[in-house]
């Protein structure tokens, strides 16, 4: 078949904390079509080679963010990745790094969501509500723009080496969180927010890696917004 | 148990080369700090070791020292400016202009050592 791009072996991290002493890596040759995503092949290789594989997955839209895995070494979502912008016919796949395993390709997201919730994701407002929804200038709005597209899929925390050293390290996710909230001109939550992120746990943890700019699949940069975020600390301390 | 596998791209090898360089840096400090020490001790004990120094690994070593103190330099100035929230997505560029002009100054500096000294 013309549309056909031929035999392609997955390499899978595998592991099953009930019965396997360590993980190892088990081999699957998937026949890949023109437009196979890597969700595509793994669900056809849980469908018919083997059942028992465990990942996430739900929206197949590249918005959920449940499928983040780690495909060739750099965290990406199964969904939204097409096998023929790999290179080579050898694809690796193993689970988010830096977060604890629970079975095979799915980690446990726990400290990835309370460092998110230690953030205070939402609009904190003291005055009034009024009658009406809170209107925004456009310019304001394109400040945050970038940071409000976040998926949560967990990429960018997971490829951050501080996160891996020390988890409890806010994380590029929550400190972009952060920033939407803190540059947005409706929020009056500022100074409490600012008080979080300016911690040695905080933005003041970042290093500077640039992982987490090079893993987002929705191509966002937390490491501006950590900037932005050092900028106001250093302003709310002088 | 949690993974750690992932692929080493630019930024994370700025950051391991300007930690190794911090280290390296510490190292020559402590070092200097004892050779200097040895003025008290009169001009003969200084002179022996300035002529102990001088042997073919210590020169190496000083070129060493060059790279380690023009790598920690530049890549810290670049760090500085990308802190400011500055050229953030040029970070991969960035490096390897660091990485360039260290590895030209190096080469132009270990020569003037070696073949100077």
Redesign the interface.
């Known amino acids: 078949m013309a549309d056909t791009l031929g035999l392609y072996t997955f390499k899978i991290?595998r592991?099953n904390?009930d019965k396997d002493p360590k993980?190892r890596y088990d081999t699957f040759a998937v026949e890949v079509r023109q437009g196979m995503t890597i969700l595509d092949c793994l669900q056809k290789i849980k469908g018919s080679l083997d059942g028992t594989l465990s990942f996430r997955r739900s929206c197949r839209s590249a918005i959920c963010g449940s499928c983040a895995m780690?495909i060739?070494?750099?965290?990406d979502l199964a969904c939204h990745l097409q096998v023929s912008r790999l290179r080579g016919r050898t694809i690796t796949i193993?689970?988010?790094?830096?977060?604890?395993?629970i079975k095979d390709l799915v980690v446990d997201m726990g400290e990835f969501y309370r460092h998110i919730a230690a953030v205070m994701p939402w609009l904190v407002r003291r005055s009034p509500c009024p009658d009406r929804e809170l209107l925004q200038f456009p310019a304001d709005r394109d400040r945050i723009d970038s940071a409000v597209n976040c998926i949560l899929c967990g990429s960018c925390t997971s490829?951050c080496?501080q996160f891996?050293f020390n988890p409890r390290y806010l994380g590029p996710a929550a400190l972009l969180k952060a920033y939407r909230f803190i540059f947005d001109s409706r929020d009056e939550g500022r100074d409490e927010r600012l008080a979080i992120v300016d911690d040695r746990y905080g933005v003041w943890r970042c290093?500077?890696?640039?992982?987490c700019?090079?893993a987002c699949p929705k191509k966002l940069?937390p490491?501006?917004a950590i900037?932005?975020l050092?900028?106001e600390a250093l302003k709310r301390s002088v | 148990m949690r993974s750690y596998r992932y692929r080493w791209g630019e930024g994370l090898w700025s950051h391991l080369f300007h930690r190794i360089s911090g280290v390296a840096l510490i190292v020559y400090l402590s070092m200097h700090i004892w050779v200097i020490h040895h003025l008290q001790h009169g001009q003969t004990a200084y002179d022996e070791l300035m002529n102990f120094l001088g042997n073919p690994l210590f020169r190496m070593g000083e070129v060493m020292l060059l790279a380690a103190i023009l790598f920690h330099g530049l890549n810290g100035l670049r760090l500085v400016v990308m802190d400011a929230g500055l050229g953030i997505r040029k970070q991969r560029a960035t490096f390897w202009v660091v990485f360039v002009v260290c590895a030209i100054l190096v080469l132009v500096g270990g020569l003037v050592l070696l073949i100077g000294s």
Not at chain 1, 72 to 75: D, L, Q, S, V
């Open positions: 991290f592991y904390p993980s780690n060739n070494g750099k965290n193993n689970p988010l790094p830096g977060y604890p395993l490829s080496p891996w290093r500077t890696v640039f992982n700019d090079e940069h490491n501006e900037a932005g050092k900028i």
